[in-house]
């Protein structure tokens, strides 16, 4: 069995600030010591369970975050660009994927929540339903088949995860949002025992698994901070302007609005520091 880790950090056990998350932050190194710690309990799990390949895709900001000795039973890849961002090798035959210290869409009290783009991306809606990274991952995963079997994050994070996915999926709460900058984390090495544990579960109960299946066409609603994140993001074909900060991209391979939607957070981006 081959399982894909998508690691991303802001639902880690204790992350609560920027300062923590960002390589010129104060707290970043011991932030990504914490976080590897987390992803060798999910392993050990794995590994206790009988899964021979474990690939763990560095999701978060750059994705030049992890170092492989610290998680020396896993393979890892970084690196930017890749044409599946956050699950990129999803399409290389995995049984399933890991969401690991995920966080909740744009919008919502989740600690650190965004969408791909903080700052940039308001609000995101597929099929007029609002999703953030654990939805929009989740599609792409079913277009190859791959069902999202195990999600952690904050509490909000795993309800929105089991909104969209089913209460079959398993979930580990690492802490509690308080507000987006504050938490309540729980207790670490319960959360390490409880990354294992879940895991090794989520495996020995396959027949749970479920694959999201959403139905083309597939309409990606995108709403920016500002006018001129939209501006930009009319230069891609197919882009419709809905409103003065709000964009909308239709089709019917979901692989091709996936990567529409990449290609539009990244003009948005560049459009970012205009100053009027």
């Keep these: 069995m081959k399982i894909l880790i998508s690691a991303d950090l802001e639902g880690v056990n204790g992350v609560a600030h920027t300062d923590q998350i960002y390589p010129e932050g104060k707290?970043?190194?011991?932030?990504?010591?914490?976080?590897?710690?987390?992803?060798?309990?999910?392993v050990e799990g794995l590994k206790e369970a009988g899964v021979r390949e474990i690939v763990i895709n560095d999701s978060h900001n750059?994705?030049?975050?992890?170092d492989s000795s610290l998680i020396p039973e896993a393979k890892i890849v970084t690196g930017w660009q890749r044409p599946y961002s956050m699950v990129s090798g999803v399409e290389k035959g995995f049984s399933g994927c890991f969401f690991t210290g995920y966080h909740g869409m744009a919008g919502s009290k989740s600690t650190?929540?965004?969408?791909?783009k903080p700052r940039i991306i308001k609000r995101v809606r597929?099929?007029?339903?609002?999703?953030?990274?654990?939805?929009?991952?989740?599609?792409?995963?079913?277009?190859?088949n791959v069902p999202v079997v195990f999600v952690s994050?904050?509490?909000?994070?795993?309800?929105?995860?089991?909104?969209?996915l089913g209460d079959q999926i398993f979930t580990v709460e690492t802490k509690k949002s308080l507000s987006r900058y504050s938490v309540m984390s729980y207790s670490f090495e319960e959360v390490l025992k409880n990354l294992k544990s879940v895991s090794t579960k989520a495996i020995k109960e396959k027949n749970k698994w479920k694959v999201l299946k959403i139905k083309?066409?597939?309409?990606?609603?995108?709403?920016?901070s500002l006018p001129n994140h939209a501006d930009a993001?009319?230069?891609i074909p197919g882009v419709k302007r809905m409103s003065d900060n709000q964009v909308r991209f239709i089709h019917r391979d979901f692989r091709v609005?996936?990567?529409?939607?990449?290609?539009?957070?990244?003009?948005?981006?560049?459009?970012d520091d205009v100053i009027t």
Excluded: Q
Excluded at 126 to 144: I, Q, R, S, Y
Excluded at 153 to 164: M, R, S
Excluded at 216 to 224: A, G, K, N
Excluded at 257 to 271: D, E, P, Q, T, V
């Design 27 to 42: 707290y970043y190194k011991d932030t990504v010591i914490r976080w590897s710690k987390e992803l060798n309990a999910v």
């Design 153 to 164: 994050g904050d509490k909000e994070t795993c309800n929105e995860a089991k909104k969209l």
């Design 216 to 224: 083309p066409p597939y309409t990606l609603e995108v709403e920016f």
């Design 112 to 116: 650190l929540s965004h969408t791909y």
């Design 233 to 235: 993001c009319e230069l």
């Design 62 to 66: 750059h994705s030049r975050n992890l």
């Design 126 to 144: 597929l099929n007029k339903k609002p999703v953030g990274e654990t939805g929009l991952n989740a599609a792409l995963a079913g277009v190859f």
């Design 257 to 271: 609005a996936f990567k529409c939607f990449l290609a539009m957070g990244a003009l948005a981006a560049s459009r």
